[in-house]
């Protein structure tokens, strides 16, 4: 309920000019873009007809492809960046980091070479999402207003915000970010049950998420999460091959192999549909040698990885302090979840059959277009997300040793306060490290960010009172802001992230993405403008009709009204900064009529929940 | 503001001081609470809106979080009578407590250094009575305002409490 906004955003303010709010999973191998479309979910396909768009970014000389792979030399291409988005080399597994060309970076985010430009797994991750906006816009025939990213529900701070940014790299306007398994919650429409355990398995090509939610009441919470990030379909195709060659006792060139290895993909995509196929092996080269392969022999193959997958989910249940029996429903998401062993591996472990009526590919990217739709404010659902930080966020203190500040599994937005004091006389700056984790040593965590606090009136050793506000939001994503108790002096903090990039970076990078656009920004930043002065004019007299003279006195609503006309009269005068100047002065003598009215509405839940109800 | 940031949990939630609240009272308050003011009713509203809308859920959650609690709803009751155990010495006198320590201490090393399931699973459920048996202390002792031995009470508590931590991150 935003108290001050009733233009349904959903609605357009210009027949002409269409406006959607999408879905996007953003995923290891393939990304989806879904929506809403006449109550349904929609989700988008490419020229091909295909609704997976791979997550393949190739850079040439002169230019960006997205969605296809280039082996030749004029071409560099990268493919699973999500596995680097927002690490950097030293917390990156060797096979979580690939490079195909010359990089730097050792202690921060790593910047490939690619051409004359550095770029960073933010920026070509943004080309992704780039290339989605870009089909969606031309598909839909309208603009993108805002949109859900999914992100897999272990995604830390510096993840979730490197995600953000790439968001903002390319133009989009995230509404908020979700987790993958809670968007295939959504999908299901499992928020509409009362209360439940939902356990979510995950089995992509190339890595496998299991988590558990608790839903109480349409309020979601991710109890616990855990997973293998190297272990996948891709892991059952190169079985397939490796048994192949061990039945005929040959050993392949790397070409042939890679051949048999995309044959591999459609024997097991056959097998879920029959149960033998003949293994056509003129493919490589091998006339008159005959080999047949049955899903019983796939099922012996891949026992060990489904029983990998089925210990790590027992570690997740454990570790929730729950039992199988606990569990109310199990979702299954991903396109190797179609292997008829697995479904019935998860159903005997479970004892208990799992949802998979949804495609498993689509699943996620749905559930997110159907949140967006409901954050858009258009949809009627009644549907609130409760998340909650997956790693404890900490400080470096003496010794080497973690401060936990923000535990871990906190729901989320969530704030903590420490106070810290001076050691020395005089001490005018002070440095933080902000840690993400849960072992006690600074070395065994990831470090987030370095503060430096600067601007602390000199006083005596330990007279000064810093204290620190870290506060978290509901995407995940942490600020920390300093104030000196004593002289109640806000002091400047300077952030050195750890990894990703600050926001003057961003800025810079905004700029020279803008610079090489052709859209006539200026224009655009001023209907902008427009379009927001108006929501608010609208917003206000709409509130002001309501509850206008029951709130506010004379005087005070003399002075809302006088903000409300200056900015109507702004809103012609062609002029982007003072528009919203007027903007931002009608909202500031409006803060208390919004308190207000926040109080008023507090009043009324207060009235809501009699205690007698409960008696 | 919005709400009261300076009312305690219990007056922001509406309930009574003491260990037992009235778990439905305070699922519901969170509920309607979260309803309205969650950050994701604010994702098109004014930048002062969605920045009251933080703090409002952030100091909401905190609340909830105590209130859910009963080790740290515990604290927080003294806190309001003015006993702030946070900042105190929690250091344990009794002797007879030390030794019935370092022998759970023992116990617990024993069980990581072994890593199985069914002995951790007991011991935790053996951790859980013994820090019910203080939790009940202390309800007693608050009731009657003793407040210096409900102290101790939690103090008793804490020692369970973090002993059942370090099992869970390093058993």
New interface residues.
Partial sequence: MALLQISEPGKSQDPHQKKYYVGIDLGTTNSLVALISNGFPRVLKNKEGSELFPSIVSYKKDSVIVGEYFNDSASITFSSIKRMIGKNIKDLNSSDFYSPCEFIGDDSIVKFKVFKNLLTPIEISSEILKHLKNITEQTLMGDIEGCVITVPAYFDDAQRQATKDAASLSGLKVLRLLNEPTAAAIAYGLASKKISKIMVYDLGGGTFDISILDLNDGVFKVLSTGGDSSLGGDDFDYLIVDYIQSKLDIELDSEKKYILYLYAKKIKVALSETEIVDIELEKIGLENTKLTFSRDDFNLLINDLVQKTLKISSEVLLDANLSVNDINEIILVGGSTRTPFIKYSVKNFFNKEPLSDINPDNVVAIGASIQADILSGSSKEELLLLDVIPLSLGVETMGELVEVIIPRNSTIPTSSSKEYTTFKDGQTAMSIHVIQGERDLVSDCRSLAKFIIKDIPPMLAGAARIKLEFQIDADGILSVSATETTTNKVTSIEVKPSYGINDSQIEKMLKDSFDNAHTDIKSRHLNEAIVEGKRVILSINSALKIDGSDLLNEKELKYIYKARDELEEMLNSGEKESIIDAVKNLEKVSETYVSRRMNSNIQKIMKGTDIKEFN | ???DFNQNFFELF?LDYSVDI?S??L???Y???????????????????KR?S??????I??A??VLKNDYLKSMYLLKIKGYDIDNQNSTISDPSFLMHQMELREESDEIMSKKN?NLKKDFFIKLNSLKKKFQDDFKIKYESELFEEASDSIKKMKFYISIENDLK?NG
């Fill in positions: 503001m919005a709400i509406e009235n439905e009272i699922e519901k308050k509920l309607n609470f979260q309803k309205n003011f969650h950050p994701d009713k604010f994702v098109n509203a004014s930048d002062y809106e009251m933080l703090q409002i859920t952030s100091h959650n905190e909830y979080k399931k991150r």
